[in-house]
């Protein structure tokens, strides 16, 4: 019988949580935040029967914990993002890179396949997000070679992105005219359901971005809204695969909080969230 999981999270058991965070995710929390995580390890507390955080802190740190591990870190880390977030970003994918990309294959300079990755995808926004845009250009990539993958550390987000249903919410900044072409509207449950179409063309698997990605060299990627939860290390080591994950030629989007605009050097940089790896 579990018993005890409205005690209080002790300053040291807070810095084990933390600690084991920043070893497995890179993903540092403040000390500020101890309410925060207590919130959280209580859910799994709850659904593990653990009768409190010391013994669930060994648990976690044991064998039989492995399989655990994903649950602990779906319920800490936060997930919160909206389709077409900075739009900006998406006028250019849509605009001036898929056009250029077009071309390129029209003159025989390029393969004519895409491949783009959307590095800690969440519940897929992002990922569709960039996916309505290519869809939107299917009549000029006819015959194409198609890779759009979104990664995250989560399952728990890649099962909700695979479902492909959302709020109002999300789609709030969703045109009319891409909601009726794209999505399927329940106005009881209040929710959106993008179409096979669109989610046909996606594809999501678990990642850590700590971890280099077995895979073959994208021509776009996007890592926005998640390495500000990292530290200078982490982030260096994150960078580092994402230029190695990065196709000569090719384009890194990211987000306006990220911090690793100092160690992005070795790409050419044409606006303060857009950089290219040199030919």
């Not at 070893?23 to 859910?43: E, Y």
């Not at 897929?124 to 890779?147: C, D, F, M, Q």
């Not at 046909?200 to 809204?225: G, R, S, V």
């Not at 260096?236 to 994402?242: A, G, I």
Request: with cysteine; hydrophobic share 40%.
């Amino acid at each position: 019988m579990m018993t005890g999981t409205g005690s209080e999270l002790t300053e040291g058991e807070h810095e084990r949580f933390c600690n084991l965070i920043y070893r497995v995710a890179g993903i540092r929390i403040p000390g500020t935040k101890r309410v925060m995580v207590a919130t959280r390890v209580r859910k799994r507390l709850k659904a593990t029967g653990i009768s409190s955080f010391s013994a669930y802190l060994n648990f976690l740190n044991s064998a039989a914990g492995a399989g655990e591990m994903p649950m602990f870190l779906d319920v800490m880390t936060t997930n919160e993002t909206y389709f077409y977030r900075d739009p900006h970003h998406y006028d250019w994918f849509d605009q001036t890179f898929l056009p250029e990309v077009i071309q390129r294959a029209r003159l025989r300079k390029r393969p004519r396949s895409l491949r783009v990755w959307s590095a800690a995808s969440s519940t897929g926004e992002e990922l569709y997000s960039i996916a309505l845009k290519v869809v939107g250009h299917r009549p000029e990539l006819n015959g194409w070679k198609l890779t759009l993958l979104g990664t995250d550390l989560s399952g728990a987000v890649l099962e909700a992105a695979r479902a492909g249903v959302y709020d109002d919410r999300a789609l709030h900044l969703v045109g009319d005219e891409e909601r009726r072409a794209y999505f399927t509207h329940d106005p009881v449950a209040r929710t959106w359901t993008l179409s096979r179409e669109v989610q046909a063309a996606a594809t999501f698997k678990t990642h850590n971005l700590l971890e280099p990605l077995n895979e073959e060299p994208f021509d776009c990627i996007f890592i926005k809204n998640v390495l500000i939860y990292f530290d200078a290390e982490s982030k260096k080591t994150v960078v580092q695969h994402l230029l190695a994950a990065l196709a000569k030629g090719g384009y890194l989007v990211v987000g306006p909080s990220e911090g690793i605009y100092t160690m992005l050097g070795a790409l050419t940089k044409h606006k303060s969230w857009l950089y290219q790896k040199p030919a």
